[in-house]
């Protein structure tokens, strides 16, 4: 059966995500382990359900959502997929990990770009919407799956909180449009997987998230 398994990876409690697609293959969503300890457990869960990564997508790439790309690449040989309005964030990944002082192995080359808004990402026998979601990176994804009823989200809305906007290529207001027209627009009763705590869901954030709600109280919204 197919699942969506979680991971919190490193020094920012990051969340990798991984997609088993039900036929021995999977996708890995962020990969951020970065750690021997991190990536063994990574690995024996994959060898416990059996599966072979032959997929990597990115929401964005800050530093702890990338952390985990090279082992990915020389374990499984898969090549990341990001957005091309996420470039910038890429480039500036290497020199993050410099200034926190957080140890990451080189970059690989990055795969085939992920495509236009509203176009579809096929992983195995599920198909996930790509939604260009900016405003905590200037080119930031979300992915829904719209026959499940989720949506892996990246850094844009947590529960009860939302992605940061003071890194390069962050902004409030262009946050909270992604909000308010790329998340609250999906039923109320979507599953919310963030890259960071728990999972949340559209109706429970639309009616109290402090900084984007529907009633447009929020502290992004003033």
Known sequence: MSQ?????????SEQTYLLDHGNGEATVFDPGMSTAE??????????????????CLLTH???????GLAWVFDCWGVRPRLHPTDNLTWDQAPRAAEL??????????????????GSVVVCGGHR?????APGHSAG???????ERGWVIGGDVLFQGSVGRTDLPGGD???????????????????????????????????????????GGTGMLQR
Request: charged share 20%; with cysteine.
């Open 140 to 146: 930031h994804v979300v992915f829904v799956h719209h």
């Open 38 to 55: 991190e990536r063994e457990r990574f690995n024996r869960h994959c060898i416990g359900l059996g599966v072979k990564i032959v997929q």
């Open 100 to 117: 926190y002082g957080v140890p990451m192995d080189p970059l690989p080359s990055r795969g085939p770009d992920l495509e236009a808004h």
């Open 61 to 67: 790439a800050h530093l702890d959502h990338v952390l």
């Open 4 to 12: 969506l398994h979680t991971f919190t990876f490193n020094a920012f």
């Open 172 to 214: 409030g207001a262009t946050l909270a449009k992604s909000i308010a027209e790329q998340l609250y627009t999906l039923p109320d009763s979507f599953e919310i997987w963030p890259g960071h705590g728990p999972s949340t869901t559209v109706g429970a954030e639309k009616a109290s998230n402090p900084y984007v709600n529907v």
């Open 128 to 132: 996930l919407e790509v939604r260009c």
